[in-house]
């Protein structure tokens, strides 16, 4: 599910138009055809208010021929102009001709003027911008798109949420204090725009489902993006079955190096995570008195112990096995001091997660100790540490982008829609859920992932399948569970049934709050 950029769907739109051979009037209305069917699958003649609110441009004229075909099929509908700017476009102009037609007279929303009363039982359709928007909304659209938040209707919005810009190319709008319509669900044209996937403007979106308008395949295949969403269909492709003479030395020595006096449980659950995900043996090194815990709770993991008797104060030597450290490791002086100089030993790709890029952080210099390929998995807590603090999702993702480059590292920013971030594209993960916010979470992610690189997948492949598996393992869980229910055990238990769950055909889809769930 590649992510397009204003940009490209605007070549894409060209493309298309030029390649079938169609005007930009059909595409407009085989696009917006697309969304009252969506809508008219789902109403199936309700009488329930539909009140359009349409801009003068191309999303303008979305609505209109949505409005069109609602009015066709009987529909209660009213239709508003949002009258924002007097240049209307081409497209708009002959949809509102095409409307009169039939006709519905639309009432013109001018300048300073508030929203009408609406049923609070109706549904509102926000085709006012699109991707068009290319800069903030003025102080009237603002109080536009405050009416329709605090309206109560249900909001549909075609394309994009009013307000919300599809990338950063032209403004980012978290500095302009965000003003975007909230939408329950939106029904986007051809691709995800980059702003689904990010939190301040993300939440604006509600549910999203992408619409094949058919854009020209010659193009959208071809286009390369900076951004993507994966699922189901991409862990598939890259998965390794595994072979019938196989032995537990085929799969991997995975070491979790961490833990300290009351944080023994994050080591383990990243043992337990490794161990799951087919790691072939797992070590974990912690200071003495996690020795007893480990070997009580985890007979199927070998325990070996530095020095310390309540941190770590030294490490295993550097060998053939693959390493995740970090977990509950604490950011004591003596820790810290042993294990800087003791990442310079490392060659391969490691997996760094939690206390580790905490005692990077307070040791900047140390970040060039990472061995390249390196997958560094922070929480935003850790990743403010590590960058500093940013004023808006687009400054983080910058602050990634040039994170990723100096340190030649893969970046794991992990969140609602996880990022798998390397010097050439950044992922965006479509499992996972809400329930994942409890503790220790994060730390059976660090263990899956150590467990798909001691198998041998590339850091980039261990780190996107690592990723998607946990989401989906607690998408498993919380069908059973809940959200609130669901602990970082639980994934774990869930990894298995992630596992089998890849490759049934049919799929049970688990409770969403979003929609789409990328196959
Ligand atoms: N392939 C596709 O994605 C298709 C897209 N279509 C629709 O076309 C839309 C894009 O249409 P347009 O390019 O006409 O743009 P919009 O309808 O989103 O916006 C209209 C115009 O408003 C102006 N504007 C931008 N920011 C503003 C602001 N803050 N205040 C006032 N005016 C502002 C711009 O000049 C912009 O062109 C898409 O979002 C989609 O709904 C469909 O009709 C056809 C297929
Ligand atoms: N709202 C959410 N939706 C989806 N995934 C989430 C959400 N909140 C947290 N997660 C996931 O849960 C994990 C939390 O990791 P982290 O904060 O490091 O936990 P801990 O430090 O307790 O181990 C990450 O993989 C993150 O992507
Ligand atoms: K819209």
Redesign the pocket.
């Known amino acids: 599910m590649k992510i397009l950029s204003r940009q490209q ?1 605007y070549k ?2 060209k493309e ?1 138009t030029r390649i079938q051979q169609i005007s930009s009037l059909e ?2 209305e085989r ?2 055809t697309r969304a009252f069917e969506w809508i008219h699958q789902r109403l199936q003649g309700s009488p329930v208010p539909i009140y359009l609110l349409c ?8 609505g209109l021929v949505i409005a069109r075909h609602l009015a066709e099929h009987g529909y209660h509908i009213e239709v508003f102009i949002v009258d ?2 007097p240049k209307r ?1 081409p ?1 708009f102009l002959e949809n509102l001709q095409a409307l009169k037609q039939r006709k519905v007279w639309p009432t013109t929303l001018e300048s300073g003027q508030a929203l009408p009363a609406m049923d609070p039982q109706g549904i509102l359709v926000d085709a006012i ?10 102080p009237w ?1 603002k109080s536009v798109i405050d009416q329709i938040n605090s309206s109560g209707l249900f909001v549909l919005a ?3 949420p009013s307000g919300m810009p599809a990338d950063f190319s032209d403004f980012d709008p978290a500095q302009n204090g965000l003003s975007m319509v909230h939408a329950q669900h939106t029904l986007t ?2 691709a995800p725009k980059l702003t689904f996937f990010l939190p301040e403007t993300g939440s604006a979106v509600g549910q999203w489902t992408v619409l094949d ?1 058919g ?1 020209a395949r010659e193009y959208t295949d071809a286009v390369q993006t900076e951004f993507s969403g994966y699922g189901a269909g991409l862990i598939r492709s890259l998965y390794r079955p595994r072979q019938k003479f196989t032995h537990k030395g085929s799969f991997g020595h995975l070491w979790v190096v961490g833990g300290s006096y009351g944080t023994m449980g994050a080591l383990q659950l990243a043992a337990r995570g490794g161990l799951r995900s087919g790691a072939g043996k797992v070590t974990a090194w912690t200071p003495q008195c996690g020795v007893d815990i480990l070997q009580g709770n985890l007979p199927e993991v070998m325990v070996r112990t530095g020095k310390g008797k309540k941190q770590l104060t030294d490490f295993p030597q550097a060998g053939k096995f693959t390493l995740v450290a970090g977990m509950g490791l604490g950011t004591a002086k003596v820790t810290a001091d042993a294990f800087v100089p003791w990442l310079k030993q490392w060659k391969q790709p490691v997996v760094l997660d939690a206390d580790a890029l905490n005692i990077l952080s307070q040791n900047p210099e140390g970040f060039n100790s990472v061995p390249a390929g390196s997958i560094l998995t922070p929480h935003p807590g850790e990743f403010a540490r590590m960058v500093g603090n940013w004023t808006s999702d687009a400054d983080k993702l910058e602050k990634a982008r040039n994170f990723v480059k100096q340190y030649s590292c893969i970046l794991v920013l992990k969140g609602a829609h996880t990022l798998v971030l390397d010097q050439h594209h950044g992922f965006f993960n479509t499992s996972g859920n809400p329930g994942m916010a409890t503790a220790g979470s994060g730390d059976v992610l660090a263990g899956m992932i150590g467990g798909l690189l001691a198998q041998g997948y590339e850091p980039v492949q261990a780190a996107l399948a690592g990723v998607y598996l946990h989401g989906l393992s607690a998408d498993i869980g919380v069908q059973k569970l809940g959200y609130e229910a669901l602990t970082a055990g639980d994934i774990i238990s869930g990894i298995g049934p992630a596992f089998v769950s890849l490759f049934q055909t049919a799929e049970s889809g688990p409770p969403q709050e979003e929609a789409a769930k990328e196959e």
Not at 129 to 138: E, K, N, Q, T
Request: overall charge negative; cysteine-free; glycine content about 18%.
């Open positions: 769907i894409a739109d298309t595409l407009m696009a917006a801009g003068i441009g191309n999303n303008g004229g979305d924002y700017h476009s497209d911008f699109g991707i068009g928007l290319s800069r903030v909304p003025d659209m075609i394309d994009l044209f051809g308008i854009l």
